[in-house]
């Protein structure tokens, strides 16, 4: 790792991981005991609950969701390097971070059903939580329009005197966007403290990402920007948390934005509304189940003697029964109020939402069914 | 004939179209393998090659720029915009050169092509993937936008614009894409574009709609009947330039006018037809004009339903116009 | 009192506003070192410095983007887009975030920034110096929409839209950023947002104009008196949310509307402010209301003096809505 | 030049005018004295233009003019490479390579007053040109949205079996728009025979390139989008059109786009509008005067002995008639009908262009001054 200062841009993948299985004491971030267990624990917890939600949109009892399988490791490496001062501007695959982060597991089932105790207020998709007490940001759809917020923030910051970080997450395919040109360029010209994190994750929807760029590596983009780049196993939860400490710290220290390119894969369909086989070989698929971030990390957890065979049923019935829970909880919560439909589109409702708000509430309710 | 839904006639409009005609290219994210996240442009990719039908990155922008680009050279191109909520990215491209370029060239330059892009609720979508935005499009000067709510006029339009030597957004209804069903004609034949269509007849009170809420509309007008109140609902089809002479005919007949549409009231469309109409044939109206459109808020997800302006609404507003 | 003109008002309620609040950072091309293309931020980057006058590269959507950003964070960013023409690569940044942010968010991510861009025509600025595109952020649920026509306003209405918790697009008529010239007070205060003013009394045709169309309709007002028809020209300085009750106040009077503005008609704010007007205070109508407008067509170079609604085509607007 | 394959990047800058004034063989274009003759008159004639339309704005008869004072070499050397069937996408600060490739003087002049023989019919700005039949873009204000068009013409001649190559003009500043970024990926991902000619002229109206991008170079962001970059002494034409060439004849060999990034200095201010002396400091200017590409290139003519103290007084006599008279003929020339700004917003006025223009020729004419 001394051999790869962060100021420029190298091909070489970072991993802690070795294929012997042990870990490259160079690279290891050496995480406590405690550490590790919880970082495991965390992303056993998402896997248990994307398997949960595809399982409740598949019965048709929420309208769609948004997975992370496989790359559990990429997303809940990256928010557990964070320090509890900095910011994450999420995409939509990362729940599993908002939740490590402080978002409460039954406020994010509510929002998947959009109820009236959804934070959004059942105003958007699900997956499209907020939750600024997490200093966590709020999701849109639109594809990488959180970028340069996230730069527009984390410069705030510097400019208060504040040494918090931001990091935003991205796809590969969100690097042909409009928005990773100019974030990353502001970012660069103004030395924003912010990590830009890009999900490689093979796929954009049907698109793979030879059709995406034809860039040699994502990482090599941030030269176009005077932005080191390093790309990262996304496999490896320990190299993507060694990789986004030194990143944060040196946003910290006053250096600059880093782009990381975690290579990690898609191992679902994009989402529930997704059939990954229309487009690609199962067999491009294989290989990486074998590199399952959580299978790996946990022989890594099981050789280090941290992690047993009870502790895993135990978190695993434990995730299982609080998901569960949780969404029992849900799905019996009424929805939003109609009044707040007009609640939030401006600080005080001026007169035509007054009116809007009258003539809805005045008027026949619509038909319930969709 | 052959029965099909909205999907199945646009899809086979671009195969008839491309057959015959290899200046046209289809481009998009997700158009080519896939064949479209809602399968519109299923098959094409195998019929025509990665030539011609083509996967992009992720990018409107570049997109709608290298469609224009491909228009200059005379090619035709087919650009599909995932969902009408990302097509911002591609804005400047199509407010500031798409729309202009002909007339900034003093006519040299003609920049034909056809848009496609879904657009509308009810499909549990939320904020982006719900907007039916077509009055950003309405008032720039040199677009012709259209909005099908049939798959005989889907398939017929396309061709008509695909014909057209103007550029044309192309709205696609996709809460109806499956649910609205009927005989298409195979092979060629065009609906004109700048037509309306009465939908039904009536003597009481002129009803406007288009796309998906025209269901709606014609729903209303049943119950509306029910109570005595005899609607005439004309389906816009093609909303800019708009059919003026089929909405002063109808009003000129019942001197009363509901306009429906899902976007946002403050500056839709139905204020242009509002206006137009008051304008033109002020003397004939016997009430005031009504909108019964989406509110003035973001759309909504849970709440969908009672955002979209859908027959339950559209009913008082008929009936208080007609009893105005 | 310190006379100004537009120019220096804005720049001194920047001034006065960046004095006592440190929250605020002005961004963008050519805002800092050179004081911006029509000189509106000269001075500020020496007083305040590049941390809070910040040049930017060539990027609407980065600024938009970035503002947001500090937004989020609890600054208060004033970016300026170069000309309002401009603003196309960061309509997404506007429309799919800035605007919704507050929404979507529960609540939670407020989103507070003004947004000034130069607008308008008259300048010899041909397609790309000269639109007003007031109709595309009206439509957008969630922003505000403001254009002052004189430099008591434009300072006063900055200094709120400064202290306003929403987004803000801050529009100057830049027709008249030198000509529209009065006395300014020194130091702190606001014109409120949403409050029309009456520019001019009168009986018989309510006439709504705004920016540098207000002076045309004020001619035109003065010419019409000349052949004995007296008009009530209102300004409406916030575009949206509108001051309807000044409006409708206005119209039950005189039983006449026209309404002025230089975009295009269709589509324009002129169709909601006549579709208001009629929805509302129909039976006051004593005439179809008008638009005098820009023509819809990309705004031209040397004939901008005919395309623009300027006092020689509102005055016969003015007298046939009188004699209607 | 061999050991440099245009297919990586490179931070040497090419040059085949030597300081000791002599030219370096490897590079040398080889062009005949015919040649040499009529490209160093192209550049002088662009200049004596430049001037005149200067003083013309300065006399309030125009209303507006962008030149070209310093970057003659740049923009005459580029246009002068492309092969007859090639196209040209300008900027807005490119009329001397309009001139060059075929747009008449006069049409050109007919648009710095927008006449009725403007060929884009007094609709646009000054320098705002149109000429098709040069194998020339239209031109408009907005930054960047060339470029994706010259990627998607040029993609459309390759899907067409057409050899033609689009070379497309945009400034340093011009690299931070989303259209360079979008432009330059799909050229990289479609191999499109695109040649990208980025002025680099050291300014975006008072925005230096150091505010403008923290990479290294401008050729070095071709990185990011798996385009080789090239940096070419922007004053030194036959250094511009070695390099465009080599450009230009691996486009049209299917090898595909190439940025090429021009360093050059703009000497004027940025337009008539502008005032540089409120931002930069004289001093920054001076070295460049003495770098002149025009002086520069007539030393080495003259060395060559192809140009003669008096061939470059009956050149500017001649060129400063030409230019003279056809202002006086642009200057006699009605404006554009009424009827004209209704056409060609669609290809047939629908009834509401109809009815405006009724509208429009029965109403009062406007005041006619200004
Ligand atoms: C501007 C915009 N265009 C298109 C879409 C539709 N869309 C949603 S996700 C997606 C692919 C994103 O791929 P990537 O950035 O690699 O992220 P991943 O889903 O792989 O995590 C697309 C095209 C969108 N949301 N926004
Ligand atoms: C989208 C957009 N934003 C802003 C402007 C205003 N503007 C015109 S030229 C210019 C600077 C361009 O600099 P560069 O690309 O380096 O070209 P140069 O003028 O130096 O040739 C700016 C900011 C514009 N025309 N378009
Ligand atoms: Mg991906
Ligand atoms: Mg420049």
Known sequence: ?370 | MPQMNMVQAINDALRVAMKKDDRIVVLGEDVGKVGGVFRVTAGLYDEFGDDRVIDTPLSEGGIVGAAIGMALYGMVPVPEIQFADFIWPAYDQIVSELAKYRYRSGGEYPCKMVIRTPVGGGIRGGHYHSQHPEAHFIHVAGLKVVCPSNPYDAKGMLLAALADPDPVLYFEPKRIYRAAKGDVPEGEYTVPLESASVAREGRDVTVIAYGAMLYEALDAAERAAQEGVDCEVIDLRTLWPVDIRAIEASVEKTGRLVVVHEAPRTCGFGAELVSLVVERVFFHLQAPPRRVTGFDTPFPYTLEMEYLPLSHRILPALLETARA
Chains 1, 4 share one sequence.
């Open chain 1, 1 to 370: 790792m001394d051999s790869q200062p962060l100021t420029e841009t190298h091909d070489e993948i970072v991993r802690v991981l070795r294929d012997d299985g042990t870990p490259d004491p160079a690279v290891d971030p050496g995480l406590s005991t405690e550490e590790l267990r919880k970082l495991y624990s965390a992303m056993v917890r998402t896997r248990v609950i994307d398997e949960r939600l595809v399982t409740l949109q598949r019965q048709g009892r929420i309208g769609f969701h948004i997975g992370s399988l496989g790359e559990e490791a990429a997303i809940l490496g990256s928010a557990f390097a964070l320090r509890e001062r900095d910011w994450g501007f999420p995409c939509y695959r990362e729940f599993g971070a908002a939740l490590l982060r402080g978002l409460p597991l039954q406020r994010f089932i509510d929002n998947m059903f959009g109820n009236a105790n959804d934070l959004v207020k059942g105003r958007q998709m699900p997956d499209h939580y907020t939750c600024r007490q997490a200093r966590w940001g709020s999701i849109s759809s639109p594809i990488g329009t959180q970028m340069s917020q996230a730069v527009g923030f984390a410069w705030a910051a510097r400019l208060r005197k504040d040494d918090a970080v931001a990091l935003v997450y991205f796809g590969d395919g969100s690097t042909s966007s409009n928005e990773f040109h100019v974030a990353m360029n502001f970012a660069g010209v103004f030395r924003t403290p912010t990590v830009f994190f890009c999900r490689n994750n093979g796929w954009a929807i049907s698109v793979p990402v030879e059709r995406q760029t034809a860039s040699r590596t994502f990482a090599g983009k941030g030269i176009a920007y005077g932005v080191p780049g390093v790309r990262v196993d996304g496999n490896d939860v320990l190299a993507v948390i060694a990789v986004t400490r030194r990143a944060v710290e040196r946003a910290a220290r006053g250096e600059g934005a880093t782009l990381i390119e975690a290579l990690t894969y898609r191992v679902g369909g994009h989402s529930t509304s997704d059939d990954p086989n229309r487009y690609r070989d199962k067999k491009e698929v294989d290989p990486w189940l074998e590199r399952d971030p959580i299978e790996r990390f946990r022989r890594h957890l099981g050789r280090l003697g941290v992690w047993s065979e009870s502790d895993e049923d135990t978190l695993r019935a434990e995730a299982d029964r609080q998901v569960r829970e949780a969404i029992a909880v849900a799905e019996k919560t009424a929805p939003p109020q109609l009044e707040t439909l007009f609640e939030d589109v401006f600080a005080d409702p001026p007169w035509h939402l007054v009116e809007q708000r009258a003539e809805l509430l005045r008027g026949p309710r619509a038909p319930s069914a969709h």
